[in-house]
Antibody, heavy 117, light 113 residues
Framework: EVQLLESGGGLVQPGGSLTLSCAAS????????MNWVRQAPGKGLEWVSF????????YYADSVKGRFTISRDNGKNSLFLQMNSLRAEDTAVYYC??????????WGLGALVTVSS | DIVMTQTPLSLSVTPGQPASISCKSS???????????LYWYLQKPGQPPQLLIY???RRFSGVPDRFSGSGSGTDFTLKISRVEAEDVGIYYC??????????FGQGTKLEIK
C-alpha cells in the first residue's frame, strides 16, 4: 500500500525557517518524481515544488522561489521541503504527492504550517 | 502560466441525479507525446485530494464508473452519472503539461440537496 506521511509542521514566526519531511513507503520511491502542494486555510490547491527521481531537476512556484528548497534521499525513502524567510501567506497545509506519468496519484495527509507572531 | 477555469464553482445535486463540471484551460493541454495532461481530483471534507481521472478520461484505480471525464485541447468535463452522498466535496481539475508551474482550477464544491 502506498503511504506518504508528512511531518515537521508547526508554528513559526515570520522570517523563520522550517523543514518538512515526507516518509514514503509501499512503492519504489526512487522511481517516482515527487511534488509539494499546499492549501491555505479555506482556499484551493497551489502547486509548490517538483523534484525529479534523482533530484537533479527541481522546479518551484514563483511565490516560493529563492526561499524554499526541495530535496530527497532515495536511500531513506524521504522527501524534504526546507522553508526559509517564511511569511504569513505561507500558512497552509502542505501535502507531498507522488507523481506517476504526469499525474499526482497519491497524496499524504498533510502537515500544517502556521506563520504568525 | 496555464490558467484553469472551472464552472460552476458550486452545485447542489439531488442524490441519484447527474452532475457536470467544466474545466477550461488557457492553452492546449495536448503534449507532443499525444497525451493530454488533464486530471480531476476530489477533496472530501478533512481529507487530502484523491485522484479520480487521469489523462482526461481514464478512471484511477478504485474510482466508481459513475465518474467519467471527457474533452480535448482546452475544454474538459467531469460527469457524475448518479450522485451519491459520498461524492460531496470539492472537485479540482489540474494540468501537468507545462512545468513550472502545475496549475489547478479554483475548485467546484458539490453538495447534496
Amino acid at each position: 500500500e502506498v503511504q506518504l506521511l508528512e511531518s515537521g509542521g508547526g508554528l513559526v514566526q515570520p522570517g523563520g525557517s522550517l523543514t518538512l519531511s515526507c516518509a514514503a513507503s509501499g512503492f519504489i520511491f526512487s522511481s517516482h518524481e515527487m511534488n509539494w502542494v499546499r492549501q491555505a486555510p479555506g482556499k484551493g490547491l497551489e502547486w509548490v515544488s517538483f523534484i525529479s527521481t534523482r533530484g537533479s531537476t527541481k522546479y518551484y512556484a514563483d511565490s516560493v522561489k529563492g526561499r524554499f528548497t526541495i530535496s530527497r534521499d532515495n536511500g531513506k525513502n524521504s522527501l524534504f521541503l526546507q522553508m526559509n524567510s517564511l511569511r504569513a501567506e505561507d500558512t497552509a497545509v502542505y501535502y507531498c504527492a507522488r507523481e506517476t506519468d504526469g499525474g499526482l496519484d497519491y497524496w499524504g495527509l498533510g502537515a500544517l504550517v502556521t506563520v504568525s507572531s | 502560466d496555464i490558467v484553469m477555469t472551472q464552472t460552476p464553482l458550486s452545485l447542489s445535486v439531488t442524490p441519484g441525479q447527474p452532475a457536470s463540471i467544466s474545466c477550461k484551460s488557457s492553452q492546449s493541454l495536448l503534449h507532443s507525446d499525444r497525451k493530454t495532461y488533464l486530471y480531476w481530483y476530489l477533496q472530501k471534507p478533512g481529507q487530502p485530494p484523491q485522484l479520480l481521472i487521469y489523462e482526461v478520461s481514464r478512471r484511477f484505480s478504485g474510482v466508481p464508473d459513475r465518474f467519467s471525464g471527457s474533452g480535448s485541447g482546452t475544454d474538459f468535463t467531469l460527469k457524475i452519472s448518479r450522485v451519491e452522498a459520498e461524492d460531496v466535496g470539492i472537485y479540482y481539475c489540474m494540468q501537468t503539461v507545462q512545468l513550472p508551474p502545475y496549475t489547478f482550477g479554483q475548485g467546484t464544491k458539490l453538495e447534496i440537496k
